[in-house]
């Protein structure tokens, strides 16, 4: 009776132990997750920096005489080109000063003439000692005068033909017109405020950018040259970034570094020129300057082998055991969609390329084979 009775407490004990084994949970799988070695390489990274684009031209068009706006030969933002009529500006009150300038010419003339008959009359008798030599004298000065006078009127008469010639106001350059705030029929003055139009050559464009003091000397460092006009000529083309983010079609060329920095900002103003022969840049234009840069031996690791948190970005490092490691990283810079690498990682170093999101710091994972290599292709 007590064999059947331990035998059945055996039973149970060995039933009980054999379901709490089957209850016991499962060791976790380590996830195959794709890991890359990191290899430093010569980067070539893109900086952008805001630009104000203008004119090769830009030029106020104003009246150097007053009157009345008389006509309006063109539309705003019309193409014209150089020497066309623009605007015309009543002109009778100076073809009458013109006139009047004239008749003083004339009688400028005249005046010498009598002035010269004078002296050709007194000349023999001076020498036949008839007449003084006194009265001679006296017809010399008033042929001086004469002179005089006649010059003055020559230069009124100048004077009144330029004024003549600014009642019809040309264009300086070929270009487009800017807005027309005067209307015809408007009284203008060379004293007015606000220009006849705005007047801007625009086969060419300057984009004006900056470059803090930094930046500046890094710039500086990437090319030979002794002076900064023998490193300009040695600096790649530049493009342009639009408003709407898409690069202008045509690069331009550095070609002006500013003589001082801005006190105010610290900065130094750069010039890039574009060619515009289709005309779709204009004077007011916004944009970016897009810059080459040049990095040896740099590391560049994928933006999506990194995680962002507090501000600051991580990557997954993975050691010889296969665990991994929450690393923070310095970024220096952009390359297409790969971030260079200040501080944080270096070559040799293996990161998780992907599936960091459930990532634990000193989780185990399995690592698998990958034919990224974290390093850059320079840009031809």
Do not use: W
Not at 2 to 14: G, Q, R, W
């Amino acid at each position: 009776m007590k064999n059947a009775i331990l035998s059945s407490f055996i039973l149970v004990l060995t039933l009980i132990g054999c379901s709490d084994k089957s209850q016991a949970p499962m060791a976790a799988v380590a996830p195959e997750l794709p890991v890359y070695s990191i290899e430093a390489s010569t980067a070539t990274t893109d900086s952008e920096y805001p630009a104000a684009i203008q004119g090769t031209v830009d030029v106020e068009i104003r009246p150097q005489v007053s009157g009345n706006l008389e006509k309006v030969f063109v539309d705003e933002g019309a193409y014209v080109s150089k020497g066309q009529a623009l605007f015309k500006i009543n002109e009778q009150p100076y073809r009458e000063q013109l006139n009047n300038a004239l008749a003083s010419l004339h009688s400028a003339e005249a005046a010498l003439i009598n002035a010269q008959l004078e002296i050709d009359k007194l000349t023999p008798l001076v020498q036949n000692k008839v007449v003084s030599d006194y009265q001679l004298k006296s017809a010399k000065a008033s042929h001086r005068i004469a002179t005089a006078n006649l010059d003055q009127a020559k230069a009124m008469v100048g004077s009144a033909k330029i004024n003549l010639g600014y009642t019809t106001i040309t264009a300086p350059v070929s270009g487009y017109i800017g807005r027309l705030p005067k209307k015809q029929g408007s009284l203008v003055s060379s004293a007015d405020i606000e220009p006849l139009t705005k007047l801007s050559d625009v086969h060419e464009v300057y984009a004006y950018f900056s470059l803090g003091e930094t930046d500046f000397i890094n710039f500086k460092a990437q090319y030979s040259g002794n002076t900064i006009n023998d490193k300009i000529k040695k600096l790649p083309p530049v493009t342009l970034i639009l408003a709407d983010n898409n690069a202008y079609a045509e690069t331009g060329k550095i070609d002006m570094v500013d003589g001082q920095f801005d006190k105010n900002t610290g900065a130094i103003t750069l010039r890039a020129t574009f060619p515009n022969s289709k005309g779709l840049l204009r004077s007011g234009n916004t944009g970016k300057v897009r810059l080459e840069i040049q990095h040896g031996d740099a590391i560049l690791v994928p933006q999506s082998a990194t995680i962002e948190m507090q501000d600051k970005v991580f990557v997954f490092t993975v050691d010889k055991e296969n665990k991994v490691t929450k690393a923070p990283i310095t970024i220096a810079g952009k390359s297409g969609s790969d971030y260079l690498i200040k501080e944080g990682v270096k070559s040799g170093d293996q990161i998780v390329l992907s599936g960091i999101d459930k990532l634990q710091e000193g989780q185990a994972i399995q690592p698998t084979k990958s034919t990224k290599i974290a390093q850059v292709i320079t840009k031809k």
